[in-house]
């Protein structure tokens, strides 16, 4: 959800942008209704600031090359007046005179004293958009990669790749890169602790008992660490449990001799095992998970 909220925000982003259309307040004052409802961006030098009184918005005037000024309604702090400034808002026209003005949705101080020469504002605003639209272009390429990239970094062959970014309280590995792993039907969902919340999808090496996925705090290197789940609590054993998948069944067993593992509130006991249902619990430790189907 995070993801998706931040995507949407960075896409409305550049789409404002590009949407924004490079104008001269000369283009504005002389076509009004060509622009109506538009947002543009313009250049000009800010002559004067009227403060809002009661009920009215407060507003400031700019001037642009050939004499022409536009009245830019605003919400933010007063300008600096003999200076510069780009301005990107909605086009408006006032009903009793017709006379164009632009609410105001952010501006930029160009930092231009009165007396400095104001280049043309076409050709420098369409400089600075596409400047603008390169820039956000490459913020969204990074944040797309840093969203979707593969967790881990470059590891010897067969090591598996940690995904530690989301998890606090467990490691796990690119489950899937071995042609040989099986995924287990359903998630694992924790439910306590710090990771509270978080969903993942397991995958079991195969062996002549079933497809295992093995529980514990030892590191698992090489191509069975991709079916291993590292808890990373104190009060987990090395190895403390397994997951076996047989048969469309799912069994938890305990491995575990002095920090037993308990599922839906019932302590197994050393080498017990017990089929797990969904919405099933399973506890080692401070960890707890949930079996989803």
């Known amino acids: 959800m995070m993801k998706r909220t931040l995507l949407i925000m960075v896409v409305s982003m550049i789409v404002s942008i590009m949407h924004a259309e490079i104008a001269t ?3 504005i004052k002389e076509n009004p209704s060509k622009y109506k409802g538009e947002v543009v961006t313009i250049k ?3 002559t004067r600031w009227v403060p809002g009184k009661e009920n009215t918005t407060s507003h400031y005037l700019v001037e642009g090359d050939y004499g022409f000024t536009i009245q830019i309604n605003t919400a933010q702090v007063s300008p600096e007046t003999n200076y510069k400034y780009e301005i990107t808002g909605i086009v408006y026209i006032e009903p009793d005179t017709g006379e164009p003005f632009i609410s105001e949705q952010g501006r930029t101080n160009l930092t231009l004293p009165a007396a400095a020469t104001v ?10 958009m596409i400047i603008l639209i390169v820039g956000v272009i ?15 970094g470059s590891k010897a062959k067969g090591e598996p790749a940690d995904i530690d970014e989301d998890f606090q309280t467990i490691k ?4 899937g890169d071995p042609k040989t792993l099986k995924f287990i039907p359903g998630e694992l969902k924790i439910i ?10 397991i995958a079991g090496y ?3 008992e079933g497809n295992i996925v093995t529980i514990g705090r030892e590191d698992i290197k090489g191509e069975r660490g991709y079916a291993h789940i590292r808890l990373m609590e104190k009060t987990i054993s090395r190895k403390q449990a397994e997951l076996i998948e047989s048969n469309n069944t799912l069994k938890v067993k305990n491995i575990s001799k002095t920090n037993l593992t308990i599922v839906d509130g019932v302590q197994l006991q050393p080498d017990e095992e017990v089929e797990i249902k969904p919405n099933s619990t399973i506890k080692t430790g401070e960890v707890e998970f949930q079996y989803i189907l």
């Open 25 to 27: 307040i000369k283009d």
């Open 206 to 208: 195969p062996t002549p």
């Open 44 to 46: 000009g030098l800010v």
């Open 119 to 128: 280049p043309d504002e076409k050709s420098g605003g369409n400089t600075l």
């Open 192 to 201: 306590s602790g710090t990771d509270e919340g978080k969903v993942f999808k």
């Open 172 to 175: 796990l590995s690119a489950a």
């Open 138 to 152: 490459i913020i969204i390429a990074l944040i797309l990669v840093l969203l979707f990239r593969k967790p881990g």
